[in-house]
């Protein structure tokens, strides 16, 4: 996976190519939440839960966390 900007649905997409994009991302924040080190790093980034987008930053800090999606 290409560490780079992704839209949260996007994302998600990568996370769960099988479902909804709305599912998706809902899904993925849902992991995000359920990892108190992965949300603590990604709120030191500054990031918000109303953002359209991950920073590539972000995204890197999600694929150590979670592993990379399988695409």
Do not use: Q
Request: positive net charge; charged residues 25%.
């Amino acid at each position: 996976m290409k560490i780079r900007s992704y839209a949260k649905s996007e994302l998600a997409l990568l996370y769960f190519p099988a479902s909804d994009p709305h599912v998706a991302t809902v899904r993925l924040m849902g992991w995000i939440r359920r990892c108190p080190e992965l949300k603590e790093r990604l709120s030191a980034c500054n990031s918000s839960k109303f953002a359209k987008y991950f920073t590539a930053k972000e995204v890197g800090l999600i694929e150590e966390y979670l592993g990379c999606p399988d695409i």
